[in-house]
């Protein structure tokens, strides 16, 4: 792949703009710092320590090299390859997920049930939330016969005479069947459930799910949008059909059940069936039993309620029990595509999803057909001028204003490892003579040099101390998040369009945190810990309007973005670009990791280092008077903290301990954590 190819000025016409361009929302715009050649040669982080004021005031800063610093671009690319994840752009917004969750929800339900769905029903010409009805009509009570459907009709903005009655038919044809049997069989499962056997242990019957990382989605959620994916490219034109449904013969065989077919459901009829069922435990005598697809429990048909006849047993090929109904969409995440691509691959998908896209939006701006114009714009060579302004509202609207429909899924390679796949940097092992590998701009070095605190601790620490890599295309995402143990993290795009960030200072995290909770508090309920995981968004609109403060900056090929200790950022790839991060520390950090260690405590999550071994370990290699100024507080904090802990457990089981002394050095292999806060025992 030629890096000329990447220019986004030669693909999309698009002008460079200011950094100070009005803003999407008129979130304003961050710090933007160019250095001078002196102070380029500096260290880096006695720069970013120079700016610091500005960086903890707005979370995120920008820094523009020297003209005429080029490190180059040093990945292999004949060896390069890299998996991309699956991101369906309607889901990664908080306040639109629990819509889209509940509409896939009834849409499996109702698709198991043999009977077609509408996502979005209509109501006075616009699109009805099937979700903000079940809300409606859940505070007005169970009983849906005494349901005043005039108010709900009222409060869902409806304002034609006849909405009550439009409300009323939606809620009892697409919602009230599908609560009823989760309400029903959900109850009935929780209480008279049989203990099984782990939900996996018939997993080699069915097709393996897709490898997925540590923030993937269900298999349900995965099986169902790679049917989508499947559907789309083998019938684009055709609605949605699931085919058929699945039962198990007494010898443990899949058995499909065509429907209208006698001669195969008469052989399905006489089949003795085997197992036990999740209700009743019984596995003895005929009938059919039902196997989820998702957690692997059996049920009778008899057993579940209403039970299912002959004539009502599903006919789609996949079935759901209630439970697994009820909780799809708890575990979103991002799903692994499962192949590998090359850079000049993956430009080829990025660079043409990009100009379909926008060829489509331009045709139905000129209300003509994207064929048409698409062959215009190819004939006459014209070059489609993509703005950064653009592409910014666009994908909002993506995020925010396309939850009826099946949404728009982008690619991301995100997260990988330097190690495995050779950093955009030149190293020094590598290349020793190139000036560059030896730079302290180089992601490589900047973890470890001297005023970062990560000298200190283990280099076996990788996922801090090794730089990662993502490959973006348009749109796709990186969701609000702070960095692993609230360190700083710094960003270089070697190559492509525009990264846009967004980024909240520390200052205003906890008002945030607290803002995202009351916006999608049914995320929270299911997820705790959601803001660890990386998958939710929330409008800069809204933070905005609650006077959180926030700012955005685009960052270009060749322009190093940092981001500020507890800073939450976010934001999007405007197309294809290849970026590189990496975390540090310097000792203005101290407090703020160990806020965050209690916060992982807090929340049972394994941290990447012991705080404590970084702290101790720093106090041993460096007992300089300019160390010991900045550090004694940090060590009597963790000295006190250490003996009150040991106090209260005495005065608590005093009599039932044994104290013993061991010795463990810092050097030391062994990771010890807690059992139940997944800390680590240091």
Wanted: hydrophobic letters at 35%.
């Amino acid at each position: 792949m030629e890096m000329d190819s990447c220019d986004p000025r030669t693909k999309w016409g698009a002008t460079r703009r200011s950094n100070d361009r009005r803003r999407v929302f008129d979130v304003p715009s961050a710090p933007v710092f160019y250095p001078s050649h002196a102070e380029w040669e500096e260290s880096p982080l006695k720069y970013i320590e120079s700016i610091r004021a500005q960086g903890e005031e707005w979370g995120v800063v920008k820094i523009v090299p020297p003209r005429g610093w080029n490190p180059g671009f040093h990945i292999d690319q004949k060896t390069f390859k890299f998996e991309t994840r699956i991101q369906k752009l309607n889901s990664i917004d908080g306040c639109s997920r629990p819509t889209v969750n509940y509409l896939d929800q009834l849409e499996l339900f109702h698709e198991q049930s043999g009977s077609s769905f509408t996502r979005a029903p209509s109501l006075d010409g616009n699109p009805l939330d099937l979700w903000i009805l079940r809300k409606e009509v859940i505070k007005r009570g169970d009983d849906v016969e005494s349901v005043d459907w005039s108010k709900v009709a009222q409060s869902l903005g409806a304002k034609s005479n006849a909405a009550h009655n439009s409300v009323r038919v939606a809620y009892m044809k697409w919602i009230h069947p599908y609560e009823q049997f989760v309400r029903a069989n959900l109850k009935h499962i929780l209480e008279t459930a049989v203990p099984t056997a782990d939900k996996h242990q018939n997993e080699s019957e069915e097709t393996n799910a897709d490898d997925c990382d540590s923030t993937s989605s269900s298999s349900l959620s995965r099986k169902r949008k790679s049917r989508q994916r499947q559907k789309q490219q083998q019938q684009p034109m055709k609605p949605k059909m699931l085919g058929m449904g699945r039962m198990i013969t007494s010898s443990g065989r899949m058995m499909k059940r065509i429907s209208g077919n006698n001669e195969d459901v008469d052989a399905v009829a006489k089949a003795a069936i085997s197992g036990n069922c999740q209700v009743c435990g019984d596995g003895r005598g005929t009938g059919y039993l039902l196997k989820c697809d998702e957690c692997k429990h059996r049920f009778h048909a008899r057993c579940l309620d209403p039970p299912l006849t002959l004539a009502t047993l599903p006919t789609s090929a996949d079935w759901y029990c209630a439970l697994c109904l009820k909780t799809h969409g708890d575990d979103f995440g991002f799903q692994q595509q499962g192949s590998l691509h090359s850079l000049s691959e993956f430009q080829v998908i990025a660079d043409s999803f990009k100009r379909d896209y926008f060829l489509e939006k331009r045709a139905k701006e000129k209300q003509n057909r994207s064929k048409d114009y698409a062959s215009d714009a190819t004939r006459h060579g014209s070059t489609l001028v993509i703005e950064e302004e653009e592409m910014e509202l666009e994908f909002w609207k993506l995020v925010e204003e396309d939850r009826f429909n099946d949404g728009v899924e982008v690619q991301y390679g995100a997260d990988l490892h330097s190690s495995e796949h050779g950093s955009g940097f030149p190293n020094v092992k590598s290349d020793p003579t190139n000036p560059y590998a030896h730079s302290g701009w180089n992601l490589n070095n900047i973890p470890v040099v001297p005023e970062s605190l990560f000298c200190n601790i283990r280099n076996d620490i990788s996922g801090m101390m090794v730089p990662w890599l993502y490959v973006g295309m348009a749109f796709s995402a990186f969701c609000w998040h702070t960095e692993d143990h609230y360190t700083y993290s710094i960003n270089y795009n070697h190559f492509g369009d525009t990264k846009t960030w967004y980024g909240i200072p520390a200052s205003d995290s906890v008002k945030f945190e607290v803002l995202m909770k009351r916006k999608v508090p049914e995320l929270f309920e299911t997820n705790p810990d959601l803001l660890f995981h990386l998958t939710t968004l929330l409008s800069p609109r809204h933070l905005v309007e609650n006077r959180v403060k926030v700012c955005s900056v685009d960052q270009r090929a060749g322009e190093f973005v940092v981001t500020f200790p507890r800073a939450y950022h976010a934001g999007f790839n405007q197309g294809l670009n290849l970026a590189e991060a990496v975390n540090f520390a310097l000792p203005n950090w101290l407090p703020y990791g160990l806020s965050c260690a209690d916060r992982y405590i807090r929340f049972h999550k394994q941290p990447v280092f012991s705080h404590e071994e970084l702290v101790v370990a720093t106090a041993l290699k460096d007992n300089s008077i300019k160390t010991c100024l900045w550090l004694k507080p940090e060590l009597e904090i963790l000295c006190d903290r250490e003996l009150a802990g040991r106090s209260a457990i005495r005065n608590a089981y005093g009599p039932y301990l044994t104290e013993i002394e061991e010795t463990v050095t810092l050097t030391s292999s062994q990771d010890i954590f807690c059992a139940v806060c997944r800390a680590y025992c240091f």
